[in-house]
């Protein structure tokens, strides 16, 4: 067990739907990132957050938005479900200093299956 | 950016015999590198990682890797593996340096079948 928390394991919606998928870190990270794991393109990371703030971005449709709360949990939301957005969602945290690099501690992950 | 290659989607191994998963990277400096296992149904899971320093690392279940810059290597061994081992293992790359992308990046992994 990572320690990171994600909610819900599993997610099933339509089409042109909109879901919110959520991550609570590791105690005293401040760091959160996003990661969607499908098929076609393996893992890819989305965005990061730090202490509330976004960091960095990654390969995250305009449809798709984050944000992190003062008690540093997060939320991914998807909108305009499309078909191929399918995939597992994972978040991972770290301590996440500006100036130095730790390693990253998965979820379990939300699986997404949109039909 | 950085990348990275696993060359091998599928690796077959049978128990107790000794394992060499390929990771190459490309990245304009040195990098930081991992290794991550992820069972089926699972997330994945930090087998061991490289900041700088002695260029092998030891990680956990036995796991060791070793850096070679001159081949911008960052291979996987382990001397002997056991059925517990077979899992889907990605090499990921991290970015140095404040002020860019800190995500990671991924190769496409490489699956482990271990035969009896």
């Known amino acids: 067990d990572s320690g990171v928390t994600q909610t819900p394991k599993h997610l099933i919606t339509a089409t042109g739907q909109r879901v919110t998928l959520r991550c609570s870190p590791r105690?005293?990270?401040?760091?959160v990132y996003w990661y969607q794991q499908s098929l076609d393109q393996g893992l890819q990371f989305l965005i990061q957050y730090y202490n509330g703030e976004e960091r960095a971005k990654g390969n995250i449709l305009e449809r798709f938005s984050a944000q992190q709360f003062p008690d540093l949990h997060s939320e991914l939301n998807l909108s305009s479900l499309e078909l191929g957005d399918s995939a597992l969602y994972f978040c991972?945290?770290?301590?996440?200093?500006?100036?130095?690099?730790?390693?990253?501690?998965f979820g379990p992950g939300t699986r997404l299956t949109v039909l | 950016a950085q990348s990275v290659t696993q060359p091998d989607i599928h690796i077959t191994v049978s128990e107790g015999a000794s394992l060499e998963l390929r990771c190459n990277y490309s990245?304009?400096?040195?990098?930081?590198l991992f290794w991550y296992v992820q069972s089926p149904g699972q997330g994945l899971q930090l087998l061991l990682k490289y900041f700088s320093g002695d260029t092998l690392v030891q990680g956990i279940k036995g796991f060791e890797a070793e850096f070679k810059r001159s081949q911008s290597s960052f291979n996987l061994r382990k001397p002997s593996v056991h059925w517990s081992d077979a899992a889907e293992y990605f090499c990921a790359v991290g970015a140095r340096g404040g002020g860019g992308a800190d995500g990671l990046t991924f190769g496409k992994g490489t699956h482990l079948i271990i035969q009896p």
């Open positions: 105690s005293g990270d401040l760091s």
């Open positions: 991972a945290s770290s301590r996440g200093g500006r100036r130095s690099y730790n390693e990253q501690f």
């Open positions: 990245y304009g400096a040195t990098p930081y």
